[in-house]
């Protein structure tokens, strides 16, 4: 295999509060850029770039954060004519050398480089995780099962032969069983409408349905150490249960309802982000999705990277150009022009809520607080419902007490240009406007922080 100008090493992610280390020690005759980019099971990428020039018997060496667990790398030499993937497994406090000889070859050295090549080999005898699946599914999963058995024996082959650590044996038997599984699932995955030489036989389809309980038999250490490989695997599982449509991916929703329903643990807290994550890039959330996944998420990490994702995604607005007259109020319909002159000439706190969202109505209750003591010093709390059903609406509003001068519908939020603007899709939502109509804080902080009495104070000191 031709060895390229760069070479990748990409690993999952651990939490780094556990973090130990391990090395890749790099030689080559020529000056040579390594990447290492660090993904974690959500695609998060964490990159880092070495460049050394070779000095002869002196390494440069480059320092992985790799937690308490082995990691698999994919090492790829990248040329002008193909990508060439090279495959190796890493322990704490392991050093791996990666070598360029002669003739373009890697090579692996160290303490353990058997156990380095044993990936490498198994690919070269047709064995290894890039084989492509037969152009018919017939005699599938059987397949699969033959070849996870032919992948463990020939692991025991090596290992006897050449004394693989017990952990090594034990860490490479999970990933093979994780590829059985996914390979398996992947038959499925891979067929579209160009693909029409495949034959999805009804016993192949049949053996799908219980493919459940080879996602619940995994080990933890997989949903843990092969982040991405899993995610895709339940993605694609998902997609299975909701639609049993193998032509065309069903809408995001019937997904998003499919992982609530099918999945539950780590499992559907997994599923729920990578499935936001993709629909979020295309704008197919709605604040619904949101509202239910931080209602039932109980992986704190998932949590936090979906916020910071919408974050993210929240623009510095300072002024609103849709007149559309969208905010409802008894019969009297308004613009968001009409809804700011309405409080022109004071400082005005909006609150974006919805009747079934628990959070929200949580912190209309801390807001209501803080209204008393700043409505007197010149600042209007306005809130605006999401609701698509007006009865819904009058009774959470009559519930929580909400004077009516105050509360607006917005019931047509998702083909409003206004919510576009705003980007609204998470609630509980604040936006500040200043006394001049304009977009002061377009994500402003809750009732509850205590941040918003310094803005409020701050802002009425202008």
């Known amino acids: 295999m031709k060895f390229g100008l760069y070479f990748y090493l990409i690993f999952g992610y651990l939490n780094l509060s556990y973090a130990q280390n391990a090395y890749v020690k790099g030689n080559c005759q020529t000056k040579e850029t390594l990447y290492i980019s660090i993904q974690n099971e959500i695609g998060v990428d964490m990159s880092k770039e070495l460049s050394f020039n070779y000095t ?51 090579e692996y050295l160290g303490k353990n480089k ?33 070849l996870l058995e032919k992948r463990n024996k020939m692991l025991k082959k090596f290992s006897d032969s050449l004394s693989f650590r017990p952990q090594f044996n034990e860490f490479v038997k999970k990933y093979f069983y994780l590829k059985h599984i996914w390979g398996w699932l992947q038959l499925y995955s891979f067929v579209s409408k160009e693909t029409k030489d495949y034959n999805l036989d009804k016993q192949y389809l049949d053996s799908l349905k219980s493919f459940k309980k080879y996602l619940s038999l995994a080990p933890i ?123 022109k000439n004071k400082v005005t706190y909006i609150d974006f809520w919805a009747s079934w969202c628990a959070p929200c109505r949580l912190e209309i209750e801390n807001s209501r607080k803080i209204e008393k003591e700043y409505i007197k010093r010149g600042i209007n709390f306005v809130y605006i419902s999401i609701d698509d059903k007006y009865d819904s609406w009058i009774n959470a509003k009559k519930q929580l007490n909400l004077q009516e001068k105050d509360n607006f519908l917005f019931s047509t939020i998702s083909e409003s240009t206004i919510s576009k603007q705003l980007d609204l899709i998470s609630i509980p939502r604040y936006i500040i406007i200043g006394k001049n109509g304009k977009i002061v804080n377009s994500d402003a902080p809750r009732p509850s922080d205590l941040k918003i009495k310094k803005e409020f104070d701050d802002i009425l000191k202008q």
């Open 56 to 106: 002869q018997n002196k390494y440069e060496t480059v320092t992985l954060p790799i937690g308490e667990q082995p990691q698999l790398l994919y090492i790829s030499a990248s040329s002008k004519d193909k990508i060439n993937f090279y495959q190796a497994i890493i322990f704490p406090n392991d050093t791996i050398e990666i070598y360029k000889n002669d003739e373009g070859f890697i």
């Open 114 to 146: 058997a156990e380095y090549m044993f990936l490498f080999n198994l690919e070269e005898m047709g064995l290894g995780i890039y084989n492509t699946p037969e152009n018919k599914c017939k005699g599938c999963p059987k397949y699969y099962e033959e």
């Open 221 to 343: 250490e997989i949903k843990k150490l092969y982040y991405i490989s899993y995610a895709n695997t339940l993605k694609t599982y998902n997609r299975f249960l909701t639609e049993n449509d193998y032509k065309q991916a069903p809408p995001f929703e019937k997904q998003f309802e499919s992982g609530i329903k099918n999945f539950d643990g780590y499992n559907r807290d997994l599923l729920l982000t990578r499935l936001l994550k993709d629909a979020l890039k295309k704008n197919e959330v709605k604040p619904e999705h949101i509202t239910k996944f931080l209602e039932i998420c109980k992986t704190t990490e998932y949590i936090d990277y979906i916020n910071d994702i919408l974050k993210k995604r929240i623009k510095n607005t300072s002024d609103i150009t849709d007149s559309s007259k969208v905010f409802y109020q008894n019969k009297n319909q308004f613009s968001w022009r009409d809804l700011i002159d309405k409080y």
